[in-house]
């Protein structure tokens, strides 16, 4: 097995992440992965959940220089990319950055925003730079995107489109903590309120460890079987009928190669941070889901029949075998 010098560090990431936050097991994970694979990620859940305290703890860890969003529908692009500004004093124009030129950005309740808004992270998300009055500039190199929805509260919103939504490396769907993790929740909360300073996210490992470990998640083995696994997984989505005749018409648009990068990527972060150096189809089972939930467009049929795009991969997990 190869030894990763930056692994052991990336576990201590994950479980400091753990003493801050209760109850989100696959939230740390997903976003240790998206920061792993340098990939954004999509958070859909109800309020309260603690999203945005978990992407403050992850930044916190890393040192990094992390930015809240509140998107609304007065926003306007150049509130995210940032404008050029007339100076009356020396008679010309500057640039004022906006707050996507930070490391980690928390872009919370993104679909409150208007489509105009939400393009204006198209550019950053996919190729990491802005281009603002006709200058291209570059953002962070561990730049991340990590986004919030409310899962009930639609009126007065703006459903991204699929483009956008394909540029999300994961889609990941939170639910309410057990019994036992919430009273563990409130003895947490009462224990910082009983101290004199209560302490943050303390800082574990820095920005260049992290660019670190990406590169030696390029060295995670991928075999040709594990590799042939995922393109036909993703294609399945696009030939429903070929796995499960009675879905043939559940799908309007299958997941696009892009899907196949994600889930290749998240699959290899998902083996590395568990302390392998190579992946198996468990890894590529566990990730799919996320992957590839928000890539599928279904058809009115699938809705009139009430299936859902999990109730799709996890047919299409059971129905195509692995090697």
């Given at each position: ?80 990319t ?23 950005i ?25 281009t ?12 991340m ?54 302490s ?9 460890a ?19 696994y ?42 590395y ?9 468990d ?18 049929d699938a809705?009139?029949?009430l299936?859902?795009r ?14």
């Amino acid at each position: 097995m190869t030894s990763y010098t930056h692994q052991a560090s990336i576990v201590a990431l994950r479980n400091a992440l753990s003493t801050v936050i209760v109850g989100q097991p696959r939230l740390l994970d997903r976003l240790i992965i998206g920061l792993l694979a340098g990939g954004h990620i999509l958070v859909e859940g109800l309020p309260g959940l603690a999203k945005t305290t978990a992407v403050k703890a992850l930044a916190g860890s890393l040192q990094a220089h992390f930015k809240r969003i509140q998107f609304t529908p007065d926003l306007m692009p150049g509130d995210l990319t940032g404008t050029d500004i007339y100076d009356p004093r020396g008679g010309a124009f500057h640039f004022v950055p906006g707050p996507l030129f930070n490391e980690i950005i928390l872009a919370d309740e993104i679909n409150r925003a208007p489509a105009k808004v939400q393009s204006a992270l198209l550019e950053a998300m996919q190729e990491r730079q802005i281009t603002v009055g006709g200058q291209t500039r570059a953002l962070p190199a561990l730049f991340m995107v990590m986004a919030t929805q409310n899962p009930i509260e639609q009126a007065g919103t703006y459903p991204l489109p699929e483009a956008q939504l394909d540029r999300f490396m994961l889609h990941v769907t939170l639910d309410y903590p057990t019994e036992h993790e919430e009273r563990e929740i409130l003895r947490r909360d009462r224990a910082l309120h009983l101290m004199d300073s209560p302490s943050a996210a303390q800082p574990v490992l820095d920005v260049a460890a992290v660019l670190a470990a990406r590169r030696e998640l390029q060295h995670v083995h991928l075999s040709d079987p594990v590799e042939a696994y995922i393109v036909t997984l993703v294609r399945a989505t696009r030939e429903l009928g070929k796995w499960r005749a009675d879905w043939a018409q559940a799908v309007e648009v299958g997941a696009s190669p892009r899907a196949s990068l994600a889930l290749a990527h998240a699959a290899a972060a998902h083996a590395y941070l568990h302390g392998r150096d190579y992946v198996s189809p468990d890894d590529v089972r566990e990730m799919a889901p996320d992957v590839l939930r928000h890539r599928l467009v279904l058809s009115l049929d699938a809705r009139v029949r009430l299936l859902s795009r999990d109730a799709i991969v996890a047919g299409l997990l059971d129905a195509v075998p692995a090697p």
